[in-house]
């Protein structure tokens, strides 16, 4: 059974910085490309970054000078830090596979205040 979990989120002050972390079972991460999406109340889900298998990154150009994607094939973890937080990048955070799995997990909610 695939299963994703997601955390690391919280409520954070602009200009902070937090590293989200995504733990997945139930598919062969190690070969498994990996990326980070987001979604705002009323908003589409977005792309923000994937990882090639191998550990070769990819960033959307809205964030790519605030994030880096990583992951830890011996713990089945992806993670994602985001440095300078915005207001605008509250969003709740999932990762899942690519090509994308049909499951979901719950994300991770990033709040920023200004």
């Known amino acids: 059974q695939v299963r994703l979990v997601e955390s690391g989120g919280g409520l954070v002050q602009a200009g902070g910085s937090l590293r989200l972390s995504c733990v997945a079972s139930g598919i062969d991460f190690s070969t498994s490309q990996m990326a980070w999406y987001r979604q705002a109340p009323g908003k589409q889900r977005e792309w923000v970054a994937h990882i090639t298998s191998d550990g070769r990154p990819n960033y959307a150009d809205s964030i790519k000078d605030r994030v880096t994607i990583s992951r830890d094939n011996a713990k089945n973890t992806v993670y994602l830090k985001i440095t300078a937080l915005k207001p605008e990048d509250t969003s709740r955070y999932f990762c899942?596979?690519?090509?994308?799995?049909?499951?979901w997990g719950q994300g991770t909610q990033v709040t920023v205040s200004s």
């Open positions: 899942n596979r690519v090509p994308i799995l049909p499951s």
